[in-house]
């Protein structure tokens, strides 16, 4: 089968199509014939050995696959070959075929597409267990959300909507906004242009925001501090902007604010109970329509260095989807 193959840790043009061997199932797993995979920031972190669980080369990329059952190994059941599945990996969806272990697949929709179904787990499952779990908003709170036009970004805005939060979005450029006003929200930000600190506090009378949710880091956490509310909550997801900050203990202090990591792929192993839960209400919500993943490009397996490359440069919104021949 083809897959890309990260062959040293040198990031994303180290990264080339090789033909290899098909997988075979442990105990306990399955092999999926992937149809489609989703692109993420970290898949560029993996690259330079630089994620959290970080895999000796080679390896290839990949956490969010959709597509067919197509072995079972021993122990396995509730599932039969043929079955469509999410499978959430911990590397190597960029390929034709991929293991997964059965706790880490969740049943596809017959009304969702491949498409849709790699674009969901990652993005949408962040989202909704950072704001539902761990910032507990709540209906009438004021949320911002940075790179609110990218992967996990714009999934915030949508779930902050169906959460009854007011949204406050930012993104740099017009073009980028008004992807994340399609999606919901409520009041725009051009962080490129406009001060957030004085934004922010235009659009809430002065008390600024309940909930911050970003995946950017840099300076945007510094003016998030500067622009939070009393007993207000920072969500830290990512550092797409390159910079991780370094927090001021006596500011949190000052207004009894609490700063709270987000690390989803940790709720597998550690509570995966909440992460049920969280998967049943997100395909409730698809069902009804109330939510969407939004792709903004697919790209053939071939060309995986490039779509990755939209991701880390940030041009892309919403998400990026790999589909397979």
């Known amino acids: 089968m083809q897959a890309i193959v990260c062959h040293e840790l040198t990031g994303p043009a180290a990264l080339r199509l090789d033909e290899v061997p098909e997988p075979r199932p442990g105990p306990g797993q399955v092999r999926v014939r992937v149809r489609a995979c989703g692109v993420n920031f970290a898949d560029s972190l993996i690259t330079r050995g630089q994620y959290q669980k970080q895999p000796a080369p080679p390896f290839t990329p990949g956490f969010e696959v959709s597509g067919e059952v197509m072995e079972l190994g021993t122990g396995v059941g509730g599932i039969a070959i043929g079955d469509r599945v999410i499978a959430m990996t ?28 790699a674009a969901f787990p990652v993005v949408f499952g962040t989202s909704h267990l950072a704001l539902w779990h761990r910032a507990r908003l709540r209906a009438g709170e004021t949320l911002v959300v940075h790179g609110a036009s990218g992967g996990v970004g714009l999934t915030a805005v949508a779930i902050g909507k169906q ?27 051009d962080s490129g242009q406009e001060d957030l600190r004085t934004r922010i506090r235009e659009f809430t009378d002065g008390r600024g925001a309940d909930v911050v949710y970003d995946p950017v880091g840099g300076e945007l956490f510094t003016a998030s501090l500067r622009s939070i509310a009393f007993e207000g909550r920072i969500l830290i997801i990512g550092f797409a902007g390159g910079a991780v900050p370094q927090i001021p203990a006596n500011h949190l202090l000052v207004k009894n604010v609490d700063v709270i990591g987000v690390n989803w792929p940790a709720y597998v192993e550690l509570n995966p109970q909440v992460m049920t839960e969280s998967f049943r209400t997100l395909m409730q919500w698809y069902l009804d329509g109330a939510i969407k993943p939004h792709v903004s490009a697919t790209y053939p397996l071939a060309q995986a260095v490039e779509a990755l490359n939209q991701v880390v440069t940030r041009k892309s919104t919403g998400k990026i989807v790999i589909m397979m021949a």
């Open 90 to 117: 911990p590397h190597g969806g960029y390929a034709e075929q991929v293991i997964a272990d059965i706790e880490r697949c969740v049943p596809m929709p017959a009304a969702m597409s491949w498409e849709h179904g």
């Open 163 to 189: 959460l009854g939060a007011t949204v406050i979005a930012t993104a740099n450029g017009p073009e980028k906004l008004q992807v994340a006003r399609a999606h919901g929200a409520d009041h725009l930000i």
